[in-house]
């Protein structure tokens, strides 16, 4: 990012976590542009509002609000806060909202799911992921709750760079815009590895939330599912490990402790499921499963907690 030169930056998905990174960056004095769909209308009425128990009361209003991508200006950032379940129509979005050599960050959980969309997009587009460390949900139309963290790892995928320098330069501009706006943002050189990490909380904690139906509180309360929160997450990390991804020790025990300190908290896919929306199964549990598979390692508890929430999303819908 050029001195004293805000890039243009499109929001595509402005639930919770599109929202919330999204009004940070426009508070920040970002040029911030927001897709939306079923929210429009509160939104360009309304604006949009964050509740953090981290900043405080936010507020965003007007807002640049859009029905759609062909309403929006080029952007030269394009930020994806839509679940991975949306991923196929996400192409023609992006390619209509992208800037000539835009770059487009994943803002989403699970392993690979940059995959799908990378032979839709044009070459000249940089695409790289996003993981978010943060207790954030909607709270209603426009209205965003933000409980506790915030942090972004980010990784290059894959595009046009010609070497690895020039692949971490352009990391390092997205964590750059993430700090302009007060959120805690590391650059990864390794972007399998940061969603391998990331995998050792989402695994455990979204699954059982809708499996057991309870938040972190009384999960972390019960003896018998914190012993399957910490199996589970040895998994994760032997699943990684197999892949040959080095996740650092004592890294799953830092998690925990965390989860413990952290204020009571529904993760993504309790409120997924509540809603009767499709589960983000294929991206936390089946990739990494088959991944695993093929290195040789078999992951018994993920799959477990897999075929019991595969289950329960199919009646569910």
Not at 45 to 63: F, I, R, T
Not at 141 to 165: E, K, M, S
Not at 188 to 198: G, P
């Amino acid at each position: 990012m050029q001195a004293g030169v805000k890039p243009r930056i499109g929001m595509i998905g402005t639930g919770a976590i599109g929202g919330f990174y999204g009004v940070m960056l426009a508070r920040a004095g970002f040029d911030v542009h927001f897709l939306l769909r079923s929210e429009f209308n509160a939104v360009a009425e309304g604006g949009l509002q964050v509740d953090s128990a981290v900043h405080g009361a936010l507020a965003l209003n007007p807002v640049q609000a859009y029905r759609s991508a062909a309403e929006m200006p080029p952007c030269d950032w394009l930020l994806v806060g839509a679940k991975t379940t949306s991923n196929a129509e996400l192409a023609p979005v992006i390619r209509q909202a992208a800037a000539p050599g835009a770059k487009v960050l994943l803002l989403q959980n699970g392993l690979d799911v940059e995959e799908a969309l990378r032979p839709l997009l044009p070459d000249s587009l940089h695409l790289l992921g996003g993981l978010c460390l943060i207790c954030v949900h909607r709270a209603g139309p426009g209205v965003i709750t933000h409980q506790a963290l915030g942090a972004v790892n980010i990784g290059y995928h894959i595009g046009p760079c010609g070497d690895q320098a020039e692949r971490m330069l352009i990391v390092e501009e997205a964590a750059t815009l993430f700090r302009h706006a007060g959120i805690d943002a590391q650059a990864m050189a390794d972007l399998q590895q940061a969603r391998w990490q990331k995998l050792v909380w989402n695994v455990p904690y979204n699954g059982l939330s809708v499996l057991l139906g309870a938040s972190t509180t009384p999960l972390m309360a019960d003896a018998a599912s914190r012993e399957l929160i910490q199996a589970l997450m040895r998994e994760v990390v032997q699943g990684a490990q197999a892949c040959g991804h080095h996740i650092a020790p004592g890294y799953a025990d830092y998690l925990f402790a965390m989860t413990e300190k952290m204020p009571d908290y529904w993760p993504s896919m309790h409120h997924d499921h509540l809603h009767k929306r499709a589960l983000e199964l294929e991206a936390i549990y089946a990739r990494p499963l088959a991944a695993a598979k093929a290195a040789g390692c078999a992951l018994p508890k993920i799959e477990a907690l897999y075929q019991a929430l595969a289950f329960m999303d199919r009646h569910n819908r």
